[in-house]
Nanobody, 117 residues
Framework: QVQLVESGGGLVQAGGSLRLSCVAS????????MGWYRQAPGKQRELVAT???????NYADSVKGRFTISRDNAKNMVYLQMNSLKPEDTAVYYC???????????WGQGTQVTVSS
C-alpha cells in the first residue's frame, strides 16, 4: 500500500521559516518524481516544487529563491525548506509522487501551513 505522510507544518510569522518532510512507503522511491503542492482556501491546488530522482528541480515562480526542495533516496524522504514566508503562502501543503515507469501517482493527506502577518 502506497503511503505519503507529511509533517512539519504549523503557524509561523511572516519572514519566518518552516521545513516540511514527507516519508514515502510502498513505492520504489527512486523511480518517482516527488513534489509539493498547496491549496489555499477557495483556490485550486497548485504546484510548489518538484524534484526528480537525479535532483533536477522545478519551482513555481511565486516561491523561487525562497523555497528549496530536496530528497534523500536512501530514506525515502522529500523535504521542502521554506524561508521568508509570506501570508500568501498559507495553505495546506501536499506531498505528491509520480512514477516515471508505471505512471501511477499518489497524494499525502496534507499538512497545514499558516503564516501570520
Amino acid at each position: 500500500q502506497v503511503q505519503l505522510v507529511e509533517s512539519g507544518g504549523g503557524l509561523v510569522q511572516a519572514g519566518g521559516s518552516l521545513r516540511l518532510s514527507c516519508v514515502a512507503s510502498g513505492i520504489a522511491f527512486s523511480v518517482n518524481v516527488m513534489g509539493w503542492y498547496r491549496q489555499a482556501p477557495g483556490k485550486q491546488r497548485e504546484l510548489v516544487a518538484t524534484i526528480t530522482s537525479g535532483g533536477n528541480t522545478n519551482y513555481a515562480d511565486s516561491v523561487k529563491g525562497r523555497f528549496t526542495i530536496s530528497r534523500d533516496n536512501a530514506k525515502n524522504m522529500v523535504y521542502l525548506q521554506m524561508n521568508s514566508l509570506k501570508p500568501e503562502d498559507t495553505a495546506v501543503y501536499y506531498c505528491h509522487r509520480a512514477s516515471v515507469i508505471s505512471k501511477g501517482s499518489s497524494w499525502g493527506q496534507g499538512t497545514q501551513v499558516t503564516v501570520s502577518s
